[in-house]
């Protein structure tokens, strides 16, 4: 079904909430809105209906085994639509919340079957973004809402990434600027002996071992332990740009460099549009698509935007600098792997 989207730009010296009015309205009718978070920007609808959830899947074309994430405004609306929530939960959320840390907690009789992927699990998560804050309280519902893009592409960190994938697909698109951490929350399960981290995010495994010393990466599970049931979503091939992707894991600088140059200068890349996305300050211009990052956290607040930009200048190559995966290192690298057409390792 195609719809008429329309376009709010968020106006920061204007009253908020009568900004997000209609937006509200659209989500308690059933309707779907897309708006910033502090990660990502999110597709969002009334959790607590069904036939909204549902036309979320339709809308990014995202296979219906794939669970959703439950967005509050509130840390007294989790014990709602979570049962048996652990005293851990409460330390977390008391050291966490809000920002990008998603819970998987017992799910209650009110979040429906198509949130969850038929899990009796649900994902709960309290946006650190006033402007998805004000939205949740004034639609007075639970929105349940997965990332803003068309699946298997890359997250949108902007309005404009949202348009690109769902134009006619919503009903509103929220512009509030770029995200903050660009990159998706860090998805925890602590309903598993021992707890495991699905997703690494901003809020990192070095922190969250602080609270749990046992928790385990997803990535540590045997193929036996069964990964896609414990994450439904790790098994899709994600955050791919049309350009194709080659991760170098590099020791250094020089040694990636001197694999760009290598590259630059084979007869098969000869004619292709190379674009060259790096952790480190490089020492030439070896494109005019370079990009560096400089720190892992600035890495992962442009990843996205820079694949959907080298895309869009139609880059044929991307040639991506390895960061060393531990912090927020660890977000970045589970997302590059995902994005990775090949890697090498040098
Ligand atoms: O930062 C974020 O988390 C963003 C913003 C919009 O909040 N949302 C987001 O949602 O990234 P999505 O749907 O793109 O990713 C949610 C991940 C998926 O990998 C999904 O499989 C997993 O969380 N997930 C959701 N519910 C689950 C459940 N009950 N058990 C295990 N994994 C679950
Ligand atoms: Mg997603």
Do not use: C
């Amino acid at each position: 079904m195609v719809k008429k989207t329309k376009y709010l730009k968020i106006d920061e010296s204007k009253n908020l909430s009568e900004q997000l009015q209609e937006a509200a309205d659209i989500i308690r009718n059933g309707g779907l809105v897309a708006f910033p978070t502090e990660t990502v920007y999110g597709l969002g609808a009334n959790a607590l209906n069904a036939e909204a959830v549902k036309s979320i899947f339709a809308a990014k074309n995202r296979p219906a085994d794939n669970p959703v994430i439950v967005h509050i405004a509130n840390q007294n609306d989790l014990s709602r639509y979570a049962i048996e929530v652990p005293n851990i939960a409460k330390t977390l959320i008391h050291a966490f919340w809000p920002g990008p840390l998603t819970l998987v907690l017992r799910k209650s009789a009110e979040i429906p079957m198509e949130v969850t992927a038929g899990s009796e699990t649900v994902t709960i998560r309290f946006p650190d973004h006033k402007i998805a804050q004000e939205l949740i309280r004034l639609a007075g519902v639970p929105i349940a809402a997965p990332s803003a893009n068309t699946s298997g592409r890359p997250s949108p960190t902007t309005a404009q990434h949202v348009l690109q994938d769902l134009d006619g697909k919503v009903d509103l698109i929220i512009d509030g600027g770029p995200t903050n951490v660009g990159v998706e929350s860090t998805v925890l399960d602590i309903t598993s002996q021992p707890p495991l981290l699905l997703r690494p995010g901003q809020v990192t495994f070095e922190e969250l071992q602080a609270f749990l010393p046992d928790l385990q990466l997803l990535t540590q599970l045997t193929a036996e332990e069964n990964v896609t049931v414990r994450s439904p979503g790790m098994k899709y091939k994600h955050y791919s740009p049309k350009s194709t992707v080659l991760l170098i894991h590099a020791h250094d600088r020089a040694t990636f460099e001197k694999k760009v140059r290598e590259v630059l200068s084979s007869e098969k890349h000869q004619l292709q549009k190379i674009g060259v996305l790096s952790l480190d300050e490089l020492s030439e211009k070896f494109s005019p698509y370079q990009v560096s990052a400089k720190t892992p956290s600035k890495y992962a607040h442009i990843l996205f935007d820079i694949f959907r930009n080298f895309e869009e200048q139609e880059v044929e190559l991307i040639l991506v600098q390895a960061v060393p995966a531990t912090g927020v290192g660890r977000a970045v690298m589970d997302r590059l792997t995902r994005a990775a057409d090949e890697e090498v390792w040098i």
